[in-house]
């Protein structure tokens, strides 16, 4: 059975948790079966938090997993954490103003501004979850541009759904264009 | 309609307490359970019921039997440290027969121990944690949708026996988000307040008058005569007794009332196990890492099977005992040091071998931990699957 795992790593106020929810409701949306799982502390924000998608074909008998293929990373600190458990072959994705380096593996890394991004269009970095997951769907094919509409859509009230999709927009345009300066480079 | 959607563990435990008709909750929140209290505070005043937060987990199970016998089903939801005081009150509403639901998601102690990591340490407190020999029902749901059928069915027992209920699992299983049909709140809404039916009264009510093995139904407060309940032993109407032929038959009625399936959706769950050589017996999360070793241990050529209690007490005995007939090896597998595998031995023991595999740790058995355990008890793996490596 395919399966997939995608960790959201940063610190709790970034919207992790938030965001691995919409990622799952979002493959649940495309017919694909998923699971959640999240870790924080006890402070309401600025503690280590983290959001583990599960995303498979059909039912899991076991959805807990220790092996990362995907890992948005959104601080210094969670790069330094989870690296670790990225599979070999697997994704980090990180944002470049929130992590400056990420540990050297066998994965592929990039760093993205992200967050710039969503700040120069929106006025604000609030959504910036949502910019990483459009950015998730662009560069692995995991969920799809639409699925991950519709979550947004069915999650969010009135302006929040404008400004979120408005966000998923730019994350999935970041992942476009890293694809293609990939393409390009060979 | 009810729609498949993500839900957590704890949510779908709310849900099913409300859609089985519980209107009231009295709690004191606490990691890893607080989940479904927030739940019912914001869904209960929906539905017409009542939500408490109260100063401690002893009035919250006090209060739980007082809205109970007032005609309510009522819930409570703890963890460790909450359940180990609740004892006093599980043990007065298992004597007076009052139905109510307790759930405790369990994470690692002993005492304040690592609260938000997952464990399977309460099992024979669930069982055993309150003085004196009294009948309990645990049930043990091992996944999000299951969580919401056995809260449900565990209110349908409660009132059958007019027994306490505790629905026990994991911090995985009360944190974890996964897809699960649960019914929209718009119809939880439309079924409104509900109350259990007091039984019509001829002449003298008396609520420990046995018929067929089980207490009358309740009457509740307030419909019906007065009567009398107390945490004295007592005969048929409630009052104290210290007649020894009346206390002798009141306890060995009180303790032989619950049959070994309490309710029909709850027998064991048996995968693979009609030509198995070993049997894993696994509940709560544990069951699914068991699943998947078993799986992996097919794959690799030996007869593997699991067995999955979901009423962990009474314990499902004849099932265990007709398989132990057939299987000589029993794994059990627990984030513990061996709760239920204790029972396990007493049951098949005489019968079959029974060995263990357990993690306390703070971290849930993963399913290669559990295969690795099964090939070990099974000896040389079989020649067709000799040099594969462990998936």
Redesign the interface.
């Known amino acids: 059975m395919n399966r997939s795992v995608v960790r959201l790593a940063g610190s709790g106020g970034q919207g992790v948790v938030l965001g691995s929810v919409l990622l799952a409701e979002a493959a649940l949306r495309q017919g694909k079966w998923a699971a959640c799982f999240h870790a924080f502390g006890p402070e309401a924000r600025g503690g280590a938090a983290r959001g583990d998608v599960v995303i498979a074909d059909g039912p899991l008998d076991y959805p807990v997993s220790q092996e990362v293929d995907v890992l948005l990373a959104l601080t210094q600190e969670a790069a330094q954490r989870h690296a670790a458990s990225v599979r070999p072959g697997g994704v980090v994705i990180a944002d470049t103003s929130r992590v400056r380096e990420v540990p050297p593996g066998p994965y592929r890394a990039w760093r993205l501004p992200v967050y710039r991004s969503v700040r120069e269009v929106l006025g604000t970095e609030a959504p910036g979850n949502v910019a990483c997951l459009g950015v998730l769907a662009a560069v692995t094919g995991l969920v799809t541009a639409e699925a991950l509409g519709q979550a947004v859509r069915d999650r969010f009230r009135r302006d929040g759904v404008a400004q979120n999709l408005k966000a998923l927009e730019v994350g999935l345009r970041l992942g476009r264009e890293l694809l293609a300066r990939e393409e390009a480079a060979g | 309609m009810a729609r ?3 839900v957590r563990g704890n949510t779908a435990c709310a849900y099913g307490a409300l859609s089985a008709g519980c209107r009231f909750y009295a709690g004191y929140p606490i990691t890893p359970s607080s989940e479904v209290a927030e739940e019912m505070a914001r869904l209960l005043p929906r539905v017409g019921g009542v939500f408490v937060q109260m100063e401690d987990e002893m009035a919250s199970l006090a209060a739980c039997i007082g809205a109970s016998l007032g005609g309510l089903r009522s819930m409570t939801a703890t963890s460790g440290p909450g359940f180990t005081l609740m004892q006093e009150h599980l043990g007065y509403a298992a004597l007076a027969e009052i139905p109510c639901v307790v759930v405790d998601v369990m994470r690692l102690g002993p005492s304040t121990g690592f609260p ?1 990591a997952p464990a399977q340490g309460d099992v024979l407190q669930a069982r055993w944690g309150s003085h004196g020999d009294y009948p309990m029902v645990v049930l043990a749901p091992a996944g999000v949708q299951e969580v919401f059928e056995l809260t449900a069915a565990a209110f349908e027992v409660a009132d059958r026996f007019r027994t306490p209920v505790v629905v026990l699992y994991d911090e ?1 299983v009360g ?5 699960a049909t649960l019914p929209e709140l718009s119809e939880l809404v439309a079924s409104g307040k509900w109350r259990r039916p007091s039984p019509p009264v001829q002449g003298t009510y008396l609520p420990y008058a046995y018929r067929e093995g089980t207490p009358p139904p309740l009457v509740s407060f307030g419909e019906g005569p007065r009567y009398h309940v107390t945490g004295l032993i007592h005969d048929e109407s409630g009052f104290p007794t210290q007649d020894p032929d009346e206390v002798g038959e009141m306890l060995r009625r009180l303790n032989g009332k619950l049959p070994e399936i309490p309710a029909g959706q709850l027998h064991p769950e048996l995968v693979a196990t009609g030509d198995a050589e070993v049997v894993v017996v696994a509940y709560g ?1 544990t069951a ?2 068991a ?2 070793a078993v ?1 992996q241990a097919r794959e690799l050529g030996v007869r593997a099977g699991l067995f999955r209690p979901r009423v962990l007490w009474p314990s499902p005995a004849t099932a265990l005992r007709e398989l132990s007939g057939r299987v000589g090896m029993f794994v059990v597998a627990e984030m513990n040091f061996g709760q239920w595998a204790r029972e396990v031995e007493r049951l098949v023991g005489r019968w079959a071998e029974v060995a263990t595999v357990n993690q306390v740790d703070g971290t ?1 058995l ?2 290669q931990a559990i295969l690795e355990r099964v090939l070990e008890v099974t000896g040389p793996v079989p020649s067709a699957a000799a040099g594969r490596k462990i998936p």
């Open positions: 498949l959607r993500l938000t995985v944190h974890m988000m996964e897809p999360i699914r890492a699943r998947a799986r849930p993963s399913p």
